[in-house]
C-alpha cells in the first residue's frame, strides 16, 4: 500500500494546483467588481458562483489506451493459441497485435502447455521460474498472468501447495509492478479435476489476494467466455475463442491500467475521484470486467 500512496500523491499534489490555480485566477478577475460592487450586498460575489455552477462539467472520456508500455504475459496451454499462426493466421489479431493497438509496444509472449506455478512439467520452466528469470533481467513492467487451470487441477489432484500460496508465490516475485490475472473456466463435462468447482474457487482466491495488493487486477474472463468458443475437451478454445479472447483480454488491460489524458480541470477532479473509488470493505474492487 505504501508504493501506490508514493505515486497518488503527485497526482493529488497536480490536482490541488490546478484547483489552486483556477481559484486564484476567479479570485483576481471578481476582485476588482468586488470592490466596486460593495454597496450591492455582494451581489458580484453571488454572480460568481452562480456562473461557476452553471458551467456544465465535461465527461471524462473513455481511455482508449492502457499505461501499460510493455507486458510479459505467462501462460498454460489456454492460451496457446492467442499467438499461434495455426489457430490465429491473421497475426493482427494474435496478442501482441491486439496489445499495441491499445498501446502496448512489447510483448514477452511466455506460454506453455501443461504450465503451472509450482509443478514442472517435463522440464519445462514453471510461471515463478518464467518470472523470476525475467526480474533477474530487469524487467520493469506490466504482467498478464493466464494462469489458474492447471492449479486447480494439481491441487483436486493432492497437491499440497494450495491456491493462495500459489498467488502468493507470483506476487512475491512481481511486487509492485502493475499485474492483472486472467481468471479460469472449463464447462461441464470436463477431464478428472479441472472440474468448475475448482475453478471458481481458484477465481474467488485470486479477488480475495487483491486486498493485500494494490496494483492487481483480475480480469474476469470466465464472465466473457462463451460456450461456443471451447473445443470438446471444455477446457480449450476454437480458433474463434482465440480471437475473441485475445481481444477482450487487451481491452480488459485498457479498464486495469487506463492510460488518463489531461482533461480540463473540473474533469481532472471527476477523473481522480472515480480513478480511487472509496468502496466498503469486502467489494471486489480489482476485478475487470
Known sequence: MATAMRWMVPIRLIVLSLVSATLLSACGTGSSSRSSSSDSGGASTFTVIRAASSTPIKRVPAPTHTSCRSVVYIGDSTSDGEASAEYVPNAKLREPAQLLKVGVKTTHMQVSGARSIHEIFKNIPNAAMVARKEVAAGYHGCWILALGTNEAADVAAGSTFGLRARIATMMSIIGDHPVMWINAITLPGTPQYYGEAGMRQWDDDLVAACSKHPTMRVYDWAAHAKPSWFISDHIHYTPQGYIQRTRL????????????????????????????PRNPPGTATCLVR
Open 249 to 276: 483480454i487487451a481491452h480488459a488491460l485498457i479498464k486495469a491500467f487506463p492510460r488518463i489524458q489531461p482533461p480540463s480541470v473540473p474533469a481532472i477532479i471527476r477523473a481522480f475521484v472515480e480513478a480511487f
